[in-house]
């Protein structure tokens, strides 16, 4: 081989290198990879790595290479055919041995869905201008294709598992087929609680009639229990804490709360705290104008996805240990009518009502007993989720997801429906484009989600099954869940990486009819008071970014005064949507696609990734300042409950270095040659790491699996941690000072170790 390499380079001396690739067997995602062989010349065998320069200098006995030409004879041509000819011999044998040999390696299950068909720095994608890509856009979204998108997935029976989930999701794969994005599904079995097949659940007040309950909530305790009636307002942390003060016993009572404000699970979990021995909630005419015999379903887990398989992927119980999820309640929770609960709550007896609660009588004494029954059951269904794919030209293993909820408790019109439609138009439009010679640098993925009224079940699980491939590949998710409920406002909950990229995309964004950007009509001169609010855990995006770290966006035109009545009800239906938004729904469904679209081709359009570190920045300031107080408070007071050695230097230093290194970046980007694939690769690989660096590396994914420290739930959070200094200041008994310390310290590593990762090369640590 080296003779013939040698043979090679005298012949053909000064040639460039030449590149072989070779496709080897499918990687562990299915990818058709690609593998590019440099093969040298003699000049680079000589001198090595580093010593080009050096080969030009040194004495040769070669003949020059005009005398070599000048002195070609016979014998000499008859020599160089023979050595052609030995050279194609050699060459073919080696390819046979290369590719004949090789031994596929089998492929992956079907869930897998990103193809690289060559490596990501070998090509190039003729960019068009953003202007170009926005005016195309605009051309193939239509509010006329989303009204018919409208009538094609109407369906009045999809809850999860069921027939007609099935047929919905077939529906959508037929389209993404139609598109040409070769889609595949994703299958799992997981456990759903339901109401019972034979019987009801119900209740009793005092020694009144038995009513018999339709609606419930999945994953409630089972059995019966009779306690005193309390009325709790929202049932929110700080309701249960006034009621302690006015030392209102709350052990074994039946807590009624309204629904708003926090989610069902959220309430159940506050009640169980203060040891009460049931959960009824019920949706207030005040706020929820829906009919006093509507029932209401939920769930009450307080955690996302399968709780029977936290943690890892529901693909098959069997193959797991029987565990639970730490977010299952202990207590029966059980939705009511807004008949039942007046009728209840108009006969309670006790203390007066705090003011401001909106009660209609009063709080409720220990005689006033409700006896509850829940029977739910435990079934295993098996869910299907349903992707497409439109595939990137540059950094095709790089991609953003567009998700929509499939399922729905009965209509869902505005949970389900709506988003589904605008999912699969935003398919069809964005492969449109790409016939017509748009050409994103990253992949689309489209994904239909099952089990979501149950929690976002088929996502999580989801998420859990292919964690190691998405952490390092997924860099942003937009969800489509319920995004029209109203049309007075505009709310975005997001991760602070993406504020900038959706300023800018409202700002772009024309509102039909008033000739005035999304920015103007909704922002009204403070866009992120006006617009932003908390990502909560009932949302869908929520576990995509607390539980795997990748930024994630949802939306919604809503309502100015108060949430969308009808979700979780049999109410919730293309005619009762049209009259809350005066028969403008396939108007703002458009303008939502226009918007979720805007900001994913964005995404796939731009060399770098329009991810802002810089607005953490302002999060972990905020959120450190409040601890800083606290701290200082606690430490003035005459008791010592922490330690006075005890310092928030530490995690002002983690804060800092943060900031640095998110400026170091921005510069870095600023002076790099964007148009350097490799360079550009690498820069957004190191963005990509920053919200899952968030991810407390601390703590159980089982025990708290929204483990990021800014935006996820639990003592190990920021907020968390602030919540722990009020326990101790207030001495409550669940308070832990030696806790609190330890939380404290591995919150503070945890953002210095996400400055760290940015900071790239351990060689740079002592800039930041």
Not at 110 to 138: C, G, Q, R, T
Not at 500 to 518: A, H, P, Y
């Amino acid at each position: 081989m080296d003779q013939a390499r040698s043979t090679i380079s005298k012949i053909f001396n000064g040639e460039p290198h030449s590149y072989t690739r070779f496709n080897l067997t499918q990687n562990m995602e299915g990818d058709n990879s690609q593998v590019e062989m440099k093969l040298p010349t003699d000049m680079d065998e000589e001198v090595g790595g580093n010593g080009a320069m050096e080969n030009l200098n040194h004495n040769s006995n070669r003949k020059s290479y005009v005398a070599y030409k000048n002195g070609r004879t016979p014998k000499n041509l008859i020599f160089f055919a023979a050595t052609t000819l030995l050279i194609f011999l050699i060459g073919y044998l080696i390819s046979y041995g290369i590719h004949g040999k090789a031994k596929p390696v089998p492929s992956c299950p079907p869930a897998v869905y990103i193809e690289e068909p060559v490596a990501p720095h070998a090509v190039v994608a003729p960019l068009m201008s953003w202007n170009d890509v926005k005016a195309l856009f605009s051309q193939s979204l239509r509010t006329a294709d989303i009204q018919k998108a409208f009538s094609e997935y109407l369906s009045l029976n999809h809850r999860a598992g069921s027939d007609g989930d099935h047929a919905l999701g077939n529906k959508v794969m037929e389209r993404f087929q139609r598109y040409g994005m070769k889609p595949w599904t994703d299958e799992h079995f997981v456990k759903v609680q339901d109401a019972p097949i034979s019987g009801s659940n119900k209740i009793v007040f005092k020694s009144g009639r038995e009513e018999q309950l339709t609606g419930f909530l999945s994953y409630s305790a089972t059995g019966t229990v009779t306690g005193g009636a309390l009325y709790v307002y929202y049932g929110r942390e700080a309701d249960f804490r006034l009621l302690r003060d006015k030392n209102i016993n709350m052990t074994g009572r039946v807590v009624l709360v309204r629904a708003g404000m926090i989610s069902f699970a959220e309430k159940v979990a506050n009640a169980a705290k203060v040891n009460a021995a049931a959960v009824l909630i019920y949706k207030d005419q005040s706020e929820y104008p829906i009919g006093d015999r509507t029932e209401v379903y939920g769930h009450v887990h307080l955690g996302s996805g399968d709780p029977y398989t936290p943690g890892f992927p529901s693909f098959n119980h069997t193959q797991f240990p029987p565990i639970q999820s730490s977010g299952l309640p202990k207590i029966l929770a059980q939705t009511i009518t807004q008949k039942t609960a007046m009728a209840i709550l108009e006969q309670l007896g006790g203390q007066n009502c705090p003011e401001g609660w909106g009660c209609y009588n009063r709080l409720g004494l220990e005689g006033d007993t409700i006896t509850v029954q829940v029977n739910n059951v435990l079934t295993e269904k098996k869910i299907h989720n349903v992707f497409g794919v439109i595939k990137g030209y540059v950094d095709s293993d790089r991609y953003v997801i567009i998700g929509a909820q499939r399922d729905a408790w009965e209509a869902g019109f505005a949970a389900s429906t709506v988003g589904t439609s605008v999912l699969v138009e935003l398919a069809r439009c964005i492969t449109e484009m790409v016939k017509n010679g748009f050409k994103p640098r990253r992949s689309i993925v489209f994904a239909s989600w099952s089990a979501g009224e149950y929690g976002s079940v088929g996502a999580t699980e989801w998420l859990e099954g292919y964690l190691t491939s998405l952490n390092m590949k997924a860099f942003s998710y937009i969800d489509l869940d319920g995004i029209v409920t109203g049309n007075a406002a505009f709310k975005v909950s997001a991760s602070p990486l993406m504020y900038s990229l959706i300023e800018k995309t409202l700002r772009e964004i024309k509102v039909e009819g008033v000739d005035s950007s999304m920015l103007s009509v909704y922002g009204k001169g403070n866009w992120e008071a006006n617009v932003l609010e908390p990502l909560i855990m009932d949302n869908a995006a929520y576990p995509f970014i607390a539980f795997s770290g990748i930024p994630s966006l949802s939306f919604r035109f809503t309502r100015s005064d108060v949430e969308y009545p009808y979700f979780g009800t049999v109410l919730d239906t293309q005619d009762k949507l049209n009259v809350e938004v005066s028969n403008q729904t396939p108007q703002l469904a458009q303008r939502g696609a226009r918007f979720a679209g805007h900001i994913a081709l964005r995404m796939v359009h731009d060399y770098v990734l329009p991810l802002d570190l810089l607005k953490y920045d302002a999060v972990i300031r905020r959120q450190v300042s409040e601890i800083y107080k606290k701290v200082k408070a606690i430490q003035r007071l005459p008791q010592k409950i922490l330690p006075k050695a005890l310092t928030v230097q530490w995690l002002s230093t983690a804060s800092s270095a943060y900031n640095q290194a998110a400026r170091n970046m921005a510069d870095y980007v600023m002076s790099s040659d964007l148009k350097d694939i490799e360079m550009c690769r690498n820069i957004n690989d190191q963005v990509m790491m920053v919200e899952r660096n968030f991810l407390s590396s601390f703590v159980s994914a089982r025990e708290a699996p929204f483990r990021h420290i800014l935006l996820g739930s639990g003592p190990h959070t920021l907020k968390g941690l602030s919540n722990h200094l009020d326990a101790l200041r207030l001495d409550n008994p669940e308070a832990d000072a030696d806790l609190f310390q330890n939380q404290f310290a591995l919150a503070t590593w945890t953002i210095q170790g996400c400055a760290n990762a940015l900071a790239g090369s351990i060689w740079s640590l002592n800039e930041v």
